[in-house]
């Protein structure tokens, strides 16, 4: 949105987190999205309901003024549930923030992006697809790269290892207050406060989940 030669910062008014329904695939790699989007809507007070579209949503509150939506249409057409919802609530593209899975990045890194490609995730791809549009903010989630004996979609679709189970609850959570940051405080605010977590440090230190 332009104003003469200045361009109006908008807000992020809706956050969608990506993955699969249903209880065969609630602990897997591809729902990662899903549990983030799960524990802001516990830590806000707010219950996800069916929506009057091929998804599940939490309302905007007070409290927190964006709405939290988990498309219903598998990760291939998660597109559907996004195009539903930005007619719906008249959105455009940068006013979103898609959080998913990705295994181009260690597990427990976040690397928060205004634009950029689908890096072979088919739920963005699928979005950026039908949005037209590759200018969408998003938080890429760290699933760590797929072992050399696994297919990818088997990867993506199975849980996490045990020790990926016991530092995943921290994942989570500092993804959350990302995504609570962005809404709040605005998606620069975010990048500059949570791009960098889980990094390596220089010199061959161990990094670690939400260093820096």
């Known amino acids: 949105m332009e104003s003469g030669l200045f361009k109006i910062a908008l807000s992020i008014e809706c956050v969608i987190g990506l993955g699969n329904p249903g209880k065969r695939y609630s602990d897997t790699r591809h729902n990662i999205g899903w549990m983030v989007l799960d524990e ?4 806000q007070g707010m219950s996800f309901k069916p929506g009057k579209g091929e998804f599940f949503l939490c309302e905007a509150t007070r409290r927190f003024p964006a709405v939290l939506l988990k498309p219903t249409t598998y990760m291939n057409l998660s597109g559907v549930a996004v195009r539903q919802i930005l007619s719906m609530k008249d959105l455009s593209p940068d006013e979103i923030l898609v959080v998913y899975d990705d295994l181009a990045l260690p597990f427990g890194q976040l690397r ?3 634009a950029g490609s689908s890096g072979g995730h088919n739920g963005i791809a699928d979005i950026i697809a039908r949005l037209g549009t590759d200018e969408i903010p998003r938080i890429r989630m760290g699933i760590g790269e797929k072992p050399p004996e696994w297919d990818g979609a ?3 679709l199975a849980n996490f ?4 189970q016991k530092e995943l609850p921290f994942f989570v959570n500092c ?3 990302a995504v609570e940051t962005a809404v709040r405080e ?3 605010a975010a990048m500059n406060e949570f791009n960098g977590r889980g990094e390596p440090e220089p010199k061959g230190g161990s990094g670690g989940l939400g260093g820096g």
């Open 112 to 114: 928060l992006r205004k």
């Open 175 to 177: 993804a959350a207050f």
């Open 40 to 43: 802001v809507a516990r830590r």
């Open 154 to 156: 088997d990867f993506v």
């Open 161 to 164: 290892d045990k020790r990926e």
């Open 186 to 188: 605005g998606f620069e």
